[in-house]
């Protein structure tokens, strides 16, 4: 069984743990310890583990982070106002192989998906993300990924998986079980303009960091239709960071990837939550941390709401453009939007009715200027392929 392969929670953690007063993380954690085994993970909502895999890396680092050192940072946060029941599963070294690390990974993120537990994956390489979704074959017929990353990750055709090409690995792998990729937060300079093109012609989504800088709120309806949330920390500006020459000096700051976290977290499809890419240092460590912390947070604010104009709770807007007749929904609980798709049918939603894609006030004020809102254009033009 994958689970066997997890080694337990370091000792030094607990003895940091057994410091700490009654309201930290540390005291409310479920571990798995030498002594107790893994905790029981009956009525756990959430789940944290950490990959030790770091052999498909693209820039080789002198160390490896220490998550020992994270663990540390995270479990001295407070406690919120909380209903999860949150477990620390331990960490999975390297196998033989990577391909071997790689089956581990996915078991174990299987196991934990089928009992309703949400993965908080902690690893090295961003290359783990490809597991992850692998993971879901048994789970879900579409998955929808979303990555938090200045690059694409494309890599070229010939190149093997690493953490700066296992977009491309993700793609073309069988079964393919991708139904959409967004990206939050690409810097130009970092992406060719055939990956651009590429993204385009796959009718995926991508938003540079100064369109997210300028309105936070544009993150919350593409995280809100995920499956997956992959975060590279080197989308964080390096000041954050700790000043590491990996980091870019552009970037996002910490209190905008918390926010960012927390709309993960708020978002009731997001199944799994990854972070990687981190290096050592003191400022780092605090930052992973508090990432944690505000996904966490966002769960406790979860509301399951899917529109329907029979709900008292919604109110359906009609939009008549001179090509298309758009049908929007607001809901009065939590004021988001989604608009139909009537080219994705059942085999991606639970009914027989068209789909609906979360989207923003302004994606319906713009349909009302008879501007068709791009998130929908592409929606629509995926469905028909």
Not at 163 to 187: A, E, R, V
Not at 286 to 314: N, T, V
């Amino acid at each position: 069984m994958a689970f066997d392969f997890l080694v337990p929670v370091k000792d030094k953690v607990l003895a940091h743990s057994e410091l700490l007063p009654e309201q930290a993380l540390g005291k409310n954690i479920h571990m798995h310890t030498e002594k107790d085994g893994l905790p029981v993970f009956a009525h756990a909502d959430v789940a944290i583990f950490g990959v030790l895999e770091s052999r498909n890396a693209f820039e080789k680092k002198p160390e490896k982070l220490d998550l020992d050192e994270v663990r540390i940072q995270l479990y001295r946060l407070m406690m919120g106002n909380w209903n999860s029941t949150i477990i620390d599963i331990g960490d999975v070294e390297e196998g033989d192989t990577v391909e071997d690390t790689y089956f581990v990974v996915k078991e174990i993120v299987a196991g934990l998906l089928e009992e309703n537990i949400i993965p908080i994956v902690l690893g090295l390489t961003q290359d783990i993300t490809f597991p992850t979704y692998r993971a879901f074959d048994k789970i879900k017929n579409m998955v929808n990924l979303v990555s938090i990353d200045s690059r694409f990750d494309f890599g070229e055709d010939d190149e093997l998986i690493s953490s700066h090409s296992y977009m491309s690995k993700i793609i073309t792998d069988k079964p393919n079980n991708l139904f959409n990729f967004s990206n939050i937060g690409y810097q130009s300079y970092f992406n060719a303009q055939e990956e651009k093109d590429l993204m385009e012609r796959l009718f995926f989504d991508a938003y540079r960091l100064g369109e997210i800088v300028a309105n936070i709120e544009l993150a919350e309806p593409v995280l809100r239709s995920s499956d997956i949330v992959s975060l590279d920390l080197r989308a964080i500006r390096a000041t954050e960071m700790g000043g590491s020459r990996n980091f870019s000096p552009n970037g996002f700051t910490g209190r905008e990837i918390c926010a960012i976290a927390r709309y993960a977290g708020i978002s009731d499809k997001v199944s799994l939550f990854g972070i990687y890419e981190g290096e050592n240092s003191y400022q780092a460590f605090q930052m992973i941390a508090q990432i944690i912390w505000y996904f966490i947070e966002g769960l406790s604010f979860r509301i399951k709401e899917y529109p329907s104009s029979k709900s008292e709770d919604f109110t359906k807007f009609t939009v008549p453009t001179d090509t298309e007749e758009l049908v929007f929904f607001k809901s009065h609980v939590t004021e988001r939007w989604w608009v139909e798709v009537p080219t994705i049918l059942a085999e991606h939603t639970k009914t027989n009715s068209v789909a609906l894609l979360p989207c923003t006030e302004e994606d319906y004020l713009d349909a009302c200027n008879q501007n068709i809102p791009e998130r929908w254009f592409k929606a629509y033009r995926k469905g028909l392929n």
